[in-house]
């Protein structure tokens, strides 16, 4: 089973990346309300008509694939701690902070990966001077070189009277890199500028496309769950502010010592950020073909982490 090792890279990337001032996206609660879930109910209500055998046995596929879905909350969690670190780069640097996203490695051709489960790949929202809208950003956006050269940063942070709290910034240089001209900032001719972090957020969200793709592959004591999700290109300053993040199945395996096979029939779901970490919208439909009975199973995500399940007899 492989969900461990990302479990963790988000945990630390959770801890890690505080977020100043930042847009904080939705805020609309995670739904609440407890999973209505066939497996776990004993009586597995909706194959009364078909069930023979060892029907626990039987059901176990099904039980599995649910568990592995839940690397959707992991990844998108570990897509969101990146975005983060990212516009924060300059004041994690004027902090004397890690200025890299935690879990993640660049390794070149604006590729970010997170083991061997998940990359990120950054391209260019709109036209620059290196570069034309939809280029892959072919340098690492969480170095300080590639923005600035001989660079010092002040960072402050006041709080106004309405209660607003504001980080500033304040940067002296001798040069500037591409990644400069994401910044959407004029370079004074002294060398020095003056701006803050929700500035920042805005310039850079406005220029940067994030996509992402997500290899799965859970061996379980009695399956082996597999799958692949790529996630379209995305405007960052949309996922800053609303969090969705679409997991596009590319193709996806099952298998069981019961001699089940998964067959998918529907797949729309999409990751989204919540008041409370993320959440998972949307709906999973298979069958589970070639053991003692044949059976469907449908997942409804509800804004909700855990999925209400239904379970049928197979046509």
Request: charged fraction near 20%; charge should be negative; glycine fraction near 10%.
């Amino acid at each position: 089973m492989l969900r461990r090792p990302l479990a963790t890279l988000a945990l630390l990337s959770a801890l890690q990346s505080g977020g100043c001032n930042l847009p904080q996206g939705p805020q609309d609660p995670e739904n609440t309300a407890p999973p209505v879930n066939a497996l776990d109910d004993p009586a597995h209500p909706g194959i009364e008509a078909c069930v023979t055998g060892d029907v626990e046995a039987e059901l176990q596929i099904a039980r599995d694939f649910e568990d592995s879905c839940h690397e959707m909350v992991i990844c998108g969690g570990l897509s969101a701690a990146f975005t983060i670190t990212l516009v924060e780069v300059l004041v994690n640097a004027a902090s004397g902070n890690s200025t890299s996203p935690s879990g993640f490695v660049y390794t070149g051709q604006g590729r970010y990966l997170a083991g061997t489960q998940m990359q990120l790949t950054l391209r260019l929202a709109k036209d620059t001077s290196f570069g034309k809208a939809g280029d892959v950003i072919d340098f690492d956006l969480f170095n300080l070189a590639n923005y600035f050269t001989h660079a010092t940063i002040e960072a402050s942070a006041s709080v106004s009277t309405s209660g607003k709290a504001k980080t500033s910034l304040s940067i002296e240089f001798e040069g500037t890199g591409n990644a400069f001209e994401l910044l959407g900032l004029e370079a004074g001719a002294d060398g020095k500028i003056q701006t803050d972090l929700q500035t920042i957020a805005k310039n850079l969200g406005a220029s940067i496309l994030i996509e992402s793709k997500i290899w799965m592959n859970d061996e379980r004591e009695s399956s082996t769950i597999s799958y692949e999700l790529d996630s379209p290109a995305t405007l960052l300053a949309q996922f800053l502010e609303s969090g969705p993040m679409d997991m596009q199945l590319v193709k996806v395996t099952g298998s069981a010592s019961t001699g089940q096979s998964i067959v998918m029939k529907n797949w729309a779901m999409q990751y989204k950020a919540s008041s409370s970490s993320g959440t998972l919208d949307g709906s999973i439909d298979f069958e589970v073909r070639g053991g003692a009975f044949d059976y469907v199973a449908k997942f409804t995500y509800p804004h909700r982490k855990e999925p209400d399940v239904a379970l049928g007899c197979a046509q």
